[in-house]
């Protein structure tokens, strides 16, 4: 799942907005390096990856990838359900997108201010870029989503690969949208149970 998917989970899951969004950004252990709500969602959001990269549907559709593409698959597939999400997003939330978008924003603006260490500066970047040029609004357009892959492309010789992922989505569009609407069902179960199993070991504490 990418940033959109995991901004809905927080939403979800009533758990930070901000944690779930840093989970790209922070390395290593986070206790300590940020509040305790901060932190939940930061361990939440790699349960998401967790669970989502070792999910069956994920191992079976990385075989629509050619073999050149397989490894690069996980990083297309997210930007995928990225765009599912947002293209039907009444499915899953009675606000709009656009409403549910301000709220994010403005969420992860307060918990931003109310943490005294310091947040990686490349989330600040990407973060503030998100909601400024609208990035959820316009994942609802397939090629939106292929552009975003291969501007990835160009960060490194090792992702140039990346920019031929599109096709394979393209290709196999009504077969990867039919499995989102199994695994993004299975993923929100899977981590309001999480939520649940991290409030009671922070009781337990």
Request: aromatic share 12%.
């Amino acid at each position: 799942m990418n940033f959109l998917a995991h901004l809905h989970i927080a939403s979800a899951t009533n758990t930070s907005f901000t944690g779930n969004f840093l989970g790209d950004f922070v390395k290593g252990n986070p206790e300590g390096q940020f509040n305790a709500d901060i932190v939940r969602g930061i361990r939440l959001h790699r349960f998401v990856d967790s669970y989502t990269d070792h999910h069956p549907i994920t191992k079976s559709l990385k075989l629509l990838f050619p073999p050149s593409l397989r490894r690069y698959a996980p990083i297309a597939l997210d930007m995928f359900w990225d765009h599912c999400l947002a293209l039907h997003w009444h499915h899953f939330d009675s606000s709009s997108l656009s409403d549910f978008c301000c709220r994010a924003e403005l969420q992860i603006a307060d918990e931003c201010r109310l943490e005294v260490n310091p947040l990686p500066p490349r989330f600040e970047h990407v973060s503030q870029l998100v909601f400024k040029n609208r990035w959820f609004e316009h994942y609802a357009q397939l090629e939106n989503t292929i552009i975003g892959l291969e501007k990835m492309a160009t960060r490194s010789a090792r992702l140039a690969p990346l920019a031929m992922t599109g096709e394979v989505l393209k290709q196999h569009y009504d077969e990867l949208l039919a499995q989102f609407f199994v695994l993004y069902p299975d993923v929100l179960q899977k981590t309001r149970e999480q939520t649940v199993f991290f409030e009671i070991k922070k009781e337990t504490k």
